[in-house]
């Protein structure tokens, strides 16, 4: 992930990447194979104009810097996104926010003491079929969301640092780093549930590696999302859903050409326009414009990252308990 928000910031005219931090110095100087699941990612970066550091403290001393991105396991988002807010930087901090609420509400703080900018890379609000779903509901054009679904589903993260993701102490488990993503999506359409009912599985992790959920809300329709990275190594990634409005009904499916449509009650298919990029470089687009005073409308607060946080925590409990669990 540190690559691909290299990736994008390289994109913009603007911006000049003046250093990188990695802890284990082979994976800077190309030794060490980079292995992931973004494509693009893995080609030689060319870091020769970059100051390369393996001690954050110390890139935090000597370089000017403006930003700083926070591509580093959940586990350590909390501690290093407060060092930076703290030596006067604007954050983008990979999601989730943080292990705990405490956590975030301690990034959250940071913030707002160094007067400077936190976004959490929710990078699903940006991804641009999902952003023409939000349009699409909030014009009331369709009517009413009768029943909302969400699915996001991977093979095991075999591949991740010291295998981290697959370390519920480190990552929280897939409902934590993965299944977040519809979490957040859900509480963005339709605001914070009153309460979760959910099923889980314990996986790899250790943790809750599957899990799907019931969310409640005061109104009649009905909204579910599962997910999880408990699939064979040969599975193909999904991520999809399917929103049913009272005069239509939207379904994106990403390993689907068209990936998007628009079906209305009076009959055929539409396959909407969809605006250019994907997720993480329109969340870093975001980001920059609102770190160099452009006005651009707040996609993403750190307050709704930690509602996302809280309602996985609540998902979990859930799960644990076998009973529905209100949103405190």
Known sequence: MGRQHLNC????RGVRVAAICDGDKARL?????????????????????????????????????DAVSITLPTFMHSDFTVKALEAGLHVLCEKPM???????????AAA???????????????????????????????????????RRVSPVPGWSWKHWLINQDKSGGAIMDLHIHDTDYVQYLFGLPLAVRSEAVVGPSGGFDYVTTQYVYENSKVVSAEGGFVMSPDFKFEMSFVISLEKATIVYDCRHTPALQVCPAKGGCITPKIE?????????????????????????????SLNAVKIVLAEKHSAETKREVRIQ
């Not at 910031?9 to 913009?12: K, V």
């Not at 890379?121 to 029943?147: L, M, N, Q």
């Open 9 to 12: 910031y390289r994109a913009l």
């Open 98 to 108: 943080a292990m705990s609420v405490e956590q975030c509400k301690d990034m959250i």
């Open 29 to 65: 100087t190309g030794v060490r194979e980079i292995a992931g699941n973004i494509e693009g990612t893995q080609a030689s970066l060319g870091l020769d104009d970059i100051a390369l550091y393996t001690d954050f403290e110390k890139m935090l001393a000597e370089q000017r810097l």
């Open 112 to 150: 707002k003491t160094n007067k400077r900018i936190l976004q959490i890379g929710h990078c699903i609000r940006f991804w641009p079929e999902y952003v023409k779903a939000k349009g699409i509901v909030d014009s009331g054009r369709y009517g009413d969301v009768r029943t909302a679904s969400f």
């Open 276 to 304: 250019s990029g994907d997720g993480w470089s329109r969340e870093i687009v975001h980001f920059v414009k609102r770190i160099t005073g452009k006005k651009t409308p707040d996609v993403i607060t750190p307050l709704d």
